[in-house]
Structure formats: C-alpha cells, structure tokens
C-alpha cells in the first residue's frame, strides 16, 4: 500500500535557459570574487531571482558608495526584487562600502522620426524593419547610455531598399540624466516613418 499526496506548487521563478546559464558559468570564470569590486557587485545583483541586468556605478556619490541599477525580464524590477538585490548585496558586501544604494532606472521614451526614399521596398515594409532595427537598437541601450543619433540613422540606412532618408527626430543625441538620485533609461517612444518627397 502506498500513498500519493498531490499538492500545488506556487511562487519561484521560471526554469533558466540554457543561454543564461551559460552565461553566468562564465562571467564567474572570467571574474571571480574579489572582494568588493564592481563585478562582484552585478554578480551578486544577479544572483537575485527575477533580475535580468546589473549595472554597476561605483563612487558616483562620493568614497565608499556604490549604486546598482537594475533591469526585470518586464522591463522595470517590481518592489520586492528591488528590496531582494539590497537585502542581498548588503549581506554580501565589504565592510568597507559605507553606502549601497540599489534602485530602478527611469525610462525616458524618446520619439523618432524619418522620412525616407525607397527602391523595391514599399512603405509599410521599411515601417515594419525600421520599427524593428530601432527597437532592437534601444533594447540594448544601459541605463544612463547616450541613443546615438547617427547610429540610428546607419541601422536605417543599411536596411534593402532604403535609398535615402532623413531623420527629423531626434534632432541631435538623446542624453540621458545621470545623477546621484537618477539614472534614466533610454527607450523607443513613437516611430513614424513617412515617405521622403
């Protein structure tokens, strides 16, 4: 005789993918523990379920602080993640670091607009390639990294069938503001693409 007792599971995090993995195994290899350094301080952010991304800032308000931005699979950490990382690294830390400070960035979208000349590409088809070629252009963008505006106009530029274009926004780079209370984060507001006559 034997007993089956099913009970339902809640809470934890979703299985990591292989990619992920593979990606901490060797950041630890490449940068083991040293006691205190900026890369001890993203691991030790990462270590945290729910945490996709950790950047590191230290002494930006002065000796013995370091700040730690943090990035979610949504987007923005909720509370509790935030909480987590500092309970975390606050256990984790040398004496030595006076003051941890982990927060969230602060997302600034940023509106563009372009025009452009075509050649065997119709128009709702460069809209569809230059919403994604941007997209992915500011997915990869740290919190407190500048969206580089010519950069911008290459990855349109490079796209079949885009003859010409003119990028009327943004005017110039986007810079975002980086201080002791905020770091903003850079992301895609409204794409329009126009037909360049």
Known sequence: DSAVTIKTMRGGTDAESDTSL???LLELMRRTPAGGNKYDYRRWAMEVSGVTEAYVYPLRRGYGTVD??????????????????????????????????????????????????LDGLSL????????????????????G??????????????????????LTAPTGNVVPEVSEKTVQWIRPGTITVDELK
């Open 22 to 24: 593979l990606s901490r």
């Open 145 to 166: 990294e500048i969206a580089v505006r010519t950069q911008m106009g290459a990855l349109i530029s490079d796209i079949t069938g885009v003859v010409d274009y003119d």
């Open 68 to 117: 730690v931005v943090i990035t979610a699979s949504g987007g923005l950490p909720s509370d509790e993640t935030l909480k987590a990382v500092q309970a975390h690294i606050d256990d984790q830390r040398p004496v030595t670091a006076k003051d941890t400070l982990v927060m969230a960035p602060e997302p600034v979208s940023t509106d563009i607009s372009v025009k452009v000349s």
């Open 124 to 143: 709702d088809e460069a809209r569809t390639q230059i919403t994604q070629v941007l997209t992915d252009y500011f997915s990869r963008l740290a919190p």
